[in-house]
Every structure is written in C-alpha cells, then in structure tokens.
C-alpha cells in the first residue's frame, strides 16, 4: 500500500547504490522463490521502482531475469563439479588415465587454465573440511575464488602449526562473505599479517632447469612441490654438509695429536672381538643368526643397492605415468601378501598411483585405516 512505499522509499534514501542493489535483488529472489501471486515481471518492476527509483526497459528486465537464472545454476553446477572432483581424488581415480596428481588431470582433461584448476581444488579441499561452505557458494554469498583464497590461507596457517577447529574453519568463511577477492586479500594480510619477503629472481641455462625440476620432483613428500621449501630444503642440506666436514677435521686434528688414545682403542676392539669368538656354544650363535636373518626377510627395509637398482631400470620416473613427482617403491606382489624386497618385484610409483593402487587391492575402508 502507499504508507509502505512511502516507508520503503525514505529508508533506501539512507542506503548507497551498491547497497540498493544488493537489497533488490535479494528481495526479488525472495520473492520469486514463494508462492507470490504476480509475475515475475511485474515484481521486478515494482522493486526497481523501491529500491533503485527508475523502471529499466522491457529488453533489459527479461535479460536480466534470466543472467540471475544462469547465475543461480552456475553456482548450483560449481557445488556438483566440486563434489565429483572430491570423489576421485578421494580414489585417486586420475592414475587409471596416466595423469600424475588431480591438477595436471584438471588442466589436460577439463582444458581448464592453472588458476582455474588451483582454485576448484582449493575450494574442494574447503568443502570437505567444512561442509557449510557449500550452501554459502550456493546463495552467493562466497564464490569460489574466495573460498579458494580462505582456503589457502588456512593451509599456510597449518604449516605454520597453527590449527583451527571446523567451527573456528567455518567462522572465518563467514567473517568473508558477500565480499570481493580483493578485499578478502586485503583483510587477510591486514588482519592475520604476513612475514616480509625477499625476492629472488634467478636466469636460469637448461641444463639447470633441469636440475631443478628433479630436485623438486625427487623431494615432493617432504615440501609437497613448495619451491620455497624445496630451496630452503636445499639450503638445509650444504649448510649440515659443510658442518659435518668441519667436524670431521677437528675429530682428525684430535687423533692426531692423540695417537696413545686410538691405540688403547684398537686394543679394546681386540679384546672384544676375542670374547666374541669365545662366548657360548656354536649352536646358539647359529641359531641367533638364523633368527635374524629370518626377521630381516620380513622386513620392509630395501637396501641400497636394490633401490639404485630399481631406480636405474624405471629410468627415475613412474611406471604408471612417467611422473617424477614424490617417487615410491611399490611391491608387485604386495608385502602384505608375501612379496619380497627383491628388485624383481619393486617398481617405481608416484605417491598418487600408489595410493589409487591400494584402493583396488584393498578397499576404501583399508586405506582409510592406515
């Protein structure tokens, strides 16, 4: 009636134009989704009139009527297609069709581009971890470039060691909605800080590169492909080198000048070795090394020699895929089963054809076990 558009109208004078649009279109779609008695036209009409005080052209009403249809099932569809890629992951269904991990299977299968794959991971990782993040992706209220931006942020948190609850999760994907990436970024870093960084930009020959492709591939499991990590891992290994070779000198130096000290040692070693020889019955020394030999059978342990082995025959990459990315040695016959350590019945996996390779031969529920 006229008082409540009179009502109406002296309220949307104290909003601002993004905040009028705002409402229009959540009260249309309120509308639209109940039993309302005019057209949907006609609603639109009436509430352009409230909220933003000017009536748009017929062509522009039905169109539109119809991007928020699309809108809305685009949302709908971003849920499912987050919900499938969940599903094989989960399997790691990608190994059936040699693909090395769920983005490389993304880009190549989907022709999705880098950011559009990391992105839907991200926000597939979000959902599983907070269930609720779903509907919000649903209603609009956060896209998927911002769950993925949460998300990678919350991830950068546990490798720091700091650990949130599902509820303290889904606080902070309320905290951030109806807002746009950018500002998401901004309040990210504003709120939570983040350390300053040095850049380094390093050019590269071939030979290099491929130096440093291998690195990364090779140490996948501890940095999980972080070229930071992989630098810093790197950084780490020279430094406790070059420690030990300076230990090792001084132990040198010290012998050295000690020269009494290793031949007290020598003569202990000797005596030792001769209490050895003489202690106990021949029978009882046979029969410890029989049942350590039959302990080291059983062993998981792949000695050295068997590893460079394996390695030099599957020529450093999967058997499956060809990918160098976090290599394992996987049994033929599975170990479970009676398989042995011999190089004959090792071959070289990725971590993801592995695991998919578990999930065949012996279920989700074991997997999940270990």
């Known amino acids: 009636n006229s008082q409540t558009h009179k009502l109406t109208n002296s309220q949307t004078h104290k909003l601002t ?29 009436h509430l352009c009139y409230l909220f933003l005080m000017k009536t748009p052209s017929k062509w522009l009403q039905n169109t539109l009527l119809k991007l928020h249809s699309l809108c809305d099932q685009e949302r709908r569809i971003g849920v499912e297609i987050l919900e499938l890629l969940w599903g094989i992951e989960q399997r790691k269904s990608y190994s059936e069709l040699k693909y090395d991990g769920l983005y490389s299977f993304c880009i190549r299968e989907f022709k999705w581009s880098e950011s559009q794959a990391f992105q839907r991971i991200q926000a597939m990782w979000a959902l599983k971890a907070v269930p609720e993040v779903k509907e919000k992706i649903k209603l609009g209220t ?5 769950v993925a931006q949460i998300q990678t942020f919350i991830r950068h948190e546990q490798k720091q060691g700091i650990q949130r609850t599902p509820d303290q999760k889904l606080e902070l994907f309320s905290h951030f909605e109806n807002k746009t990436s950018k500002e998401v970024k901004s309040e990210i870093l504003e709120l939570h800080g983040k350390p300053e960084l040095t850049k380094l930009n390093l050019e590269l020959d071939l030979e290099t590169q491929a130096m440093w492709m291998e690195v990364r ?19 780490k290994d020279w430094l406790s080198q070059q420690n030990k070779c300076a230990r090792s000198k001084v132990i040198i130096n010290t012998t ?14 000797t005596v030792n070795d001769k209490t050895i020889r003489q202690s106990g019955p021949l029978s009882t020394q046979v029969q410890r090394n029989i049942s350590w030999s039959t302990k080291q059978a059983r062993s998981r342990y792949i000695t050295l020699a068997t590893k460079s082995e394996v390695l030099q025959r599957d020529q450093n ?11 394992q040695f996987e049994h033929i016959i599975p170990f479970a089963m009676g398989g ?21 031969e012996f279920g989700m529920g074991a997997m999940r076990r270990q």
């Open 340 to 360: 042995t350590n011999d190089a004959s019945n090792l071959k070289l996996l990725c971590r993801n054809c592995n695991l998919h390779r578990g999930v065949k």
């Open 317 to 327: 990459k999967c058997r499956n895929c060809d990918s160098r990315f976090a290599l």
């Open 256 to 269: 050295q000048a000690c020269p009494t000290q290793n031949t007290h040692q020598n003569t202990v070693q």
């Open 217 to 235: 591939e090779r140490s996948a499991h501890l940095t999980q492909g972080d070229p930071l990590q992989c630098f810093r891992l790197l950084l």
């Open 17 to 45: 134009n993004s905040q009028k649009r705002i409402a229009l279109l959540f009260t249309f779609n309120l509308l639209k989704n109940t039993n309302y008695h005019k057209d949907h036209n006609d609603i639109y009409q």
């Open 142 to 146: 956060l896209s998927i470039t911002t």
